[in-house]
Nanobody
Framework: VQLVESGGGLVQPGGSLRLSCAASGFTFSGYFTRWYRQAPGKERELVAVIASAGGSTNYADSVKDRFLCSKDNADKTVYLQMNSLKPEDTAVYYC?????????WGQGTQVTVSS
């Protein structure tokens, strides 16, 4: 079982990044997928949730209208498109797959927003 995030990096304020989370080893289509982030010295924060089928999404107020979460069950990948990035978006971003019986985490990918 694996969740592997990619796409993080250094970006200037106002820029964009797209994070990917590739799943393997389990029935990805049966899981809600969530993106969390954790900045240094802060608690882990839920950023976005997407339903198992990929249709319904929810976002934290801090990222609403800037981030867009999508899911491709055929490719077993979930994406987080991040636009209009701000320095306060700097954090390690984690992918989480959740069902009633199981929960899996990725290793995280660093996003740094700085000029």
């Amino acid at each position: 079982v694996q969740l592997v995030e990619s796409g993080g990096g250094l970006v200037q304020p106002g820029g964009s990044l797209r994070l990917s989370c590739a799943a393997s080893g389990f029935t990805f289509s049966g899981y809600f997928t969530r993106w969390y982030r954790q900045a240094p010295g802060k608690e882990r924060e839920l950023v976005a949730v997407i339903a198992s089928a990929g249709g319904s999404t929810n976002y934290a107020d801090s990222v609403k209208d800037r981030f867009l979460c999508s899911k491709d069950n055929a490719d077993k990948t979930v994406y987080l498109q991040m636009n209009s990035l701000k320095p306060e978006d700097t954090a390690v971003y984690y992918c989480n797959a959740w069902s009633v019986n199981y929960e899996y985490w990725g290793q995280g990918t660093q996003v740094t927003v700085s000029s």
